[in-house]
C-alpha cells in the first residue's frame, strides 16, 4: 500500500446569494484556485457549474474536524506518555515475575527468523526479533516473543507471551492456539492444572528496546 499526505487548506461558506457569491469568488479567485472550498447548505446546480467552469475544488455538505489548540495537543501528548510508562511498568513487573519462572538454561536469539529456518531450543527462549512466515521455532521450555510472528511456533512450557499475530501457526503443549483468542498486542498463555489459559498483558502496542 502507497499513500501520500497533503496539508489543504479550506475555506467554509454558505449561499445566501448566488449574485453575492460568484462576484467574491471572481473578485478573490487568485486566493481560492488552490484550496478546497466547503459549501455548506444547498448547492444549486448553477453554483455548482460556476465552480465547475472556474476549475475550483469544491465539497458539499461535510463535517470537518475542529482544530486543536497548542494546549490541547501537549495535553494528548502528556496522557499518551503517561499511558506508555503505565504499560512499561506493567511490563516490567509482569517480566519480574516470569523470570522467577524461567530455567537456568536461558537463550537468546536477537536475530530474525528467516523463511526456511529451524530454532530448536532445549530450555527457555527469548525471541527478540521477529519470526517470517516459513519459519519454526521450536523449544521445549517457555517462550516469550517480542515482534511479529507468521511462522510456526511450537512451545512445551508452562508459558509463552506473543503479541497479536494472525499470521501465526501457534502450537503450545500440543494444543493448537486459535489466533482470533490472542486479540491483544501482548498475550500470556500460560498451562494451569493441564487448562491453557490466554491472559491480555498490554492492550496497546509498545516499542520494544
Partial sequence: MK?????????ETSIEDEEKFISFFNTHYILFKDRLIVVQG?????????LQSKSLLYANNIVLPSSRSRQNIQQELEEQK???????????????????????????EDGIVRSGQEVSIEGDLLLLNRVNSGAKVRTSGNLIVTHAVEGDIYCNGNFMMIGNSPKAN????????????????????????????????????INWA
Fill in 3 to 11: 499513500g501520500k499526505q497533503f496539508s489543504v487548506k479550506v475555506y
Fill in 42 to 50: 444547498e448547492l444549486s446546480p448553477r453554483i455548482e457549474e460556476y
Fill in 82 to 108: 503517561a499511558k506508555e510508562l503505565k504499560q512499561q511498568e506493567l511490563l516490567a513487573k509482569e517480566f519480574a515475575q516470569l523470570s522467577k519462572r524461567l530455567d537456568n538454561n536461558l537463550k537468546v
Fill in 170 to 205: 501457534i502450537i503450545f503443549n500440543g494444543v493448537r492456539v486459535e489466533n482470533a483468542l490472542l486479540t491483544e498486542k501482548l498475550n500470556k498463555i500460560e498451562l494451569i492444572d493441564n487448562e491453557i489459559i490466554i491472559t491480555a498483558i498490554l492492550k496497546k502496542e
